[in-house]
């Protein structure tokens, strides 16, 4: 099998959700490159339409379609799964991007930060992959399984983060339902995994990272010395949606730049 093949995605269909932005919008763009036909949902249907036209522009093998849709409640994940029905009659890719922050010090956390953030990063993820099971087994097959990739976070593994308590512990959360997940759905040839990734310029990150000081700042407590790059995501995806990663289920790929491995100094200080 060619280098090649092993990452060709022509003739899949894919849907991201929170496609517009960010890694989302990261991940559209190498499945697109890879051959997928990428269907992509946010709450603003003109910034999906939008996004959609702009990728359409480059020229890639694939193509990018967007629409209207809030994975935050269960009337909007309805009209979400209703509207991908129309659009396609299987499923090969499932990408949860969908997903919010919040930030504020211990004892000022508010409750309500609670709600919305398990809300949409975890009970929507849930509830669309369940909704939308019967679109992947349709495409699933023992060769060439359907997939299934959820966004999770650095933070989910990790106690770093200040001040982003619900968004970690939701995180953290999103990295053991893809275990759950993978280990009930893998028999019916469909993977699960997630990527974890650490810092990427988005407009989520955009308060800390937006600017190249902010980006040389935090890239200090990153291994590899530097914040992620939007080829780093669409090659995770090309990987892990492509027959290469068809092995692959229950994984949470670490998207950090060592970030999860990076320990304190020994404990004989001989890294001092």
């Known amino acids: 099998m060619t280098p090649s093949a092993l990452f060709d995605l022509t003739g899949k269909v894919a849907l991201v959700t929170g496609g517009a932005t ?6 559209t763009e190498g499945l697109a490159a ?11 249907a003109d910034a999906c339409e939008a996004v959609a036209n702009e990728i359409n522009a480059i020229g890639l093998p694939g193509s990018v379609e967007g629409f209207g849709g809030d994975v935050a409640t269960e009337e909007g994940i309805d009209a979400i799964v209703a509207e991908v029905g129309k659009r396609t009659d299987k499923l090969h890719i499932l990408m949860n991007n969908a997903g919010r922050t919040w930030g504020a010090p211990l004892g000022e956390h508010p409750y309500d930060a609670w709600n919305k953030l398990l809300s949409l990063n ?20 023992p060769e060439d399984p359907a997939r299934i990739v ?13 001040k982003t308590y619900s968004y970690a512990v939701s995180k953290g959360a999103v990295h053991h339902m893809t275990r759950v997940l993978s280990n009930d759905l893998s028999p019916e040839h469909i993977t699960v995994n997630a990527i ?3 810092p990427f310029v988005s407009k989520m990150t955009a308060f800390a990272i ?16 530097r914040v992620g790059r939007p080829e780093d995501v669409a090659g995770a995806l090309q990987y892990l949606c492509g027959r290469g990663g068809s092995y692959l289920s229950g994984a949470i790929l670490p998207l950090s730049g060592g970030m999860q491995s990076k320990a304190q100094p020994g404990i004989f200080n001989e890294d001092l």
């Open 22 to 27: 960010g890694i989302g919008r990261m991940a």
């Open 122 to 141: 975890v009970t929507g993820m849930f509830h669309l992959t369940q909704q939308l099971l019967p679109l992947l087994r349709k495409a699933a097959k």
């Open 150 to 162: 959820n966004v999770g976070s650095v933070m989910g593994d990790i106690p770093k983060g200040t």
């Open 196 to 198: 974890a990734p650490g």
């Open 34 to 44: 890879a051959g997928a036909r990428v269907i992509i949902c946010s709450r603003k």
């Open 210 to 225: 937006a600017t190249k000081e902010g980006q040389d700042v935090a890239a200090k407590g990153v291994p590899l010395g």
